[in-house]
């Protein structure tokens, strides 16, 4: 099942990952089960990174997430575009 987990808005794991989308030290996009969630803040950095288990954990300031709303995932290109 997909689970957030946050420790002290310093360290997120999540599970259920898919696909990480794009990812930089202001955002990391991933593709869950539940659909796109986009994760904000500061000085972020992928510590873990495992598509087989299905789990990233993420450190750094975090100050937002947000599930992208009935948006299909689509071809590189069609997001590209859009």
Known sequence: PHKVTIEGRERITIT???DVDS???QFVQLLTE???LRIEGAELHITKLN???GQVMLEGEISALEYAEGEERGSLL???FR
């Open 16 to 18: 259920s990952v898919e």
């Open 23 to 25: 990812f930089n030290e």
């Open 34 to 36: 539940a659909g796109e």
């Open 51 to 53: 598509l087989d288990e």
């Open 78 to 80: 069609g997001r590209i």
